[in-house]
């Protein structure tokens, strides 16, 4: 059975980084994407970025272009999410989520998802 | 504002029939498939529908979905007291090249 198990909760300062980790075990990954996704308290998801695990090319939003980093460590088959220059309203749950790698241009469904790390930011 | 549409809110008495909408574009809905997601309080979402209209594994044919032109349709018959969630829809969007979700609908069984 795939499953996804995430960090625990973190609590930041305005302005610094956090980093989340995501590993995954039970299935085959092979043409997979890790894709990160959060949702502030009480809000919907917003898509972040994700990371084709095959080849290890990342695609993120335009939203977090210059504030996101994805990377994967095949050794332990766990990918980790670094969002940068953090700010209150960056506070929110966030999820990994395995997508199928279907050419990059299509609504590859999210099949199955981490159980969340809540980020918190407060000065 | 979310790239697709979806009323807040919908409710039904257990045992009825419910439709939850998602309302797109060509750049989006009118030309890639969508997937609709559960997410039951305090829990991560769970892919409840995929390609428009097929249910993976476990998910009980009380869940139908479609999908006309720009828009989808999420329908839930024989509503019951556990299908009190948020729904939300998603698929890829062209412009934004990424996907992208739709705002959510929070479910009431009345």
């Known amino acids: 059975q795939v499953q996804l198990v995430q960090s625990g909760a973190e609590v930041r300062r305005p302005g610094s980084s956090v980093k989340v980790s995501c590993k995954a075990s039970g299935g085959n990954f092979n043409n997979y994407i890790i894709n990160w996704v959060r949702q502030a308290p009480g809000q919907g998801l917003e898509w972040m970025g994700g990371i084709i695990l095959t080849f290890g090319s990342v695609k993120k939003a335009q939203n977090f272009q210059d504030r996101i980093t994805i990377t994967t460590d095949e050794s332990t088959s766990t990918t980790y999410m670094v969002l940068r220059g953090l700010r209150s309203d960056d506070t929110a749950v966030y999820y990994c989520?395995?997508?199928?790698?279907?050419?990059?241009?299509?609504?590859?469904?999210?099949?199955?998802w981490g159980q969340g790390t809540l980020v918190t930011v407060s000065s | 504002q979310s790239v697709l549409i979806q009323p807040p809110s919908a409710s039904g008495t257990p045992g009825q029939r419910v439709t939850i909408s998602c309302s797109g574009s060509?750049?989006?809905?009118?030309?890639?498939?969508v997937n609709w997601y559960q997410q039951l309080p305090g829990t991560a979402p769970k892919l409840l529908i995929f390609n428009n209209y097929q249910r993976p594994s476990g998910v009980p044919d009380r869940f139908s979905g479609s999908k006309s032109g720009t828009s989808a349709s999420l329908a839930i018959s024989g509503l019951q007291s556990e299908d009190e969630a948020d729904y939300y829809c998603g698929a890829w969007d062209d412009s934004l090249n990424g996907p992208v979700f739709g705002g959510g609908t929070k479910l009431t069984v009345l």
């Open positions: 989520a395995r997508g199928a790698y279907c050419g990059g241009d299509c609504s590859s469904p999210f099949d199955f």
């Open positions: 060509s750049l989006n809905i009118g030309s890639k498939t």
